[in-house]
C-alpha cells in the first residue's frame, strides 16, 4: 500500500522561504507522477505542482511559477516543494498525492494516493 508522510510546512512571513517534503513508500515509483495541491481556508482544494519521478518533467500552476520548485530524491523517494517569495495568498493546507501514469493531470481525480497535509501560513 503506497504512503505518503509530509514534512516541513510553518509560519513564515511574507517574501519568506519554506520547503515542505513528501517521503513515499510502498511502491514502485518510476512510473508514478507526484503532485502538490494546496486548500486555502472556504476554498476548493487545486493544483500547485507535479513531477514526472521518472525523467524529472515538471508542471506547474500560473499562480506559483517562477517562485516555487518542485522536485524528487530517487534515493530516499522523496519529493520537495521549496516555496519561495511566498504571499499570503499561498496560505493552505498542502497535500501531496501520487499518481500511476504520465504527468500534466491537474484534476484531484487523477491522483490515486493521497499525504495527510501540511499547514503553510504566511504572514503579511
Known amino acids: 500500500q503506497v504512503q505518503l508522510v509530509q514534512s516541513g510546512g510553518g509560519l513564515v512571513q511574507a517574501g519568506g522561504s519554506l520547503r515542505v517534503s513528501c517521503a513515499a513508500s510502498g511502491g514502485t515509483f518510476s512510473t508514478y507522477t507526484m503532485g502538490w495541491f494546496r486548500q486555502a481556508p472556504r476554498k476548493e482544494r487545486e493544483f500547485v505542482a507535479a513531477?514526472?519521478?521518472?525523467?524529472?518533467?515538471?508542471y506547474y500552476a500560473d499562480s506559483v511559477k517562477g517562485r516555487f520548485t518542485i522536485s524528487r530524491e530517487n534515493a530516499k523517494n522523496t519529493m520537495y516543494l521549496q516555496m519561495n517569495s511566498l504571499k499570503p495568498e499561498d496560505t493552505a493546507v498542502y497535500y501531496c498525492?501520487?499518481?500511476?501514469?504520465?504527468?500534466?493531470?491537474?484534476?484531484?481525480?487523477?491522483?490515486?494516493?493521497w499525504g495527510r497535509g501540511t499547514q503553510v501560513t504566511v504572514s503579511s
Open positions: 498525492a501520487a499518481r500511476r501514469g504520465p504527468g500534466g493531470r491537474t484534476e484531484i481525480s487523477a491522483y490515486d494516493y
Open positions: 513531477i514526472r519521478w521518472s525523467g524529472g518533467s515538471t
